[in-house]
């Protein structure tokens, strides 16, 4: 017997395997992406890492340090805003504790750079909200170029 044209012309539609994709419209911590809680916990620190990186690099009037702690204090200004549109609580930065310059303040400086950099390195791709996404690029490019430029003054093994 031979399959009446309706049943053959329901065989040939093809069989999806999965429903049609919602992704666009899903929870961002659903989709990898830092939520909220996590962020608003997570910039307080970020903010105090770019304090001590700023309070360390004023110590002295050269370019170098100076675009350093500049670009620290556009950090701090930039996170604060960010946990401000958060409704995260307002953030003082810490004081800073160390009073005395560290022995060596071109490889503390290399180290908290790689610290704040390895923070943003992990951060942005969670960031769902381009506008912020992009602050914190800027501001890791900013950090990268700093960190070579005290590679080339203390050498990369620092």
Not at 23 to 48: F, H, K, N, T, W
């Amino acid at each position: 017997m031979v399959p009446a044209r309706e049943e053959m012309e329901e065989r040939m539609e093809p069989e999806f395997s999965s429903p049609v994709c919602f992704a666009a419209q899903a929870d961002g911590v659903y989709m990898g992406y830092a939520g909220r809680d996590e962020l608003v916990c997570i910039i307080p620190s970020l903010i105090d890492t770019e304090h001590a990186l700023a309070v360390l690099a004023s110590g002295s009037a050269q370019p170098m340090l100076d675009t350093i702690r500049t670009d620290a204090e556009h950090g701090c200004a930039m996170l604060a805003d960010a946990l401000q549109r958060l409704g995260g609580a307002g953030h003082v930065p810490l004081p800073d504790i160390a009073s005395n310059e560290p022995a060596e303040p071109w490889r503390e400086l290399h180290h908290r750079l790689g610290t704040i950099l390895a923070l943003l390195h992990a951060l942005i791709p969670r960031i769902r909200d381009e506008r912020f996404r992009d602050q914190l690029a800027g501001l890791r490019d900013r950090h990268v170029r700093s960190k070579g430029a005290l590679d080339q003054r203390i050498g990369p093994s620092a």
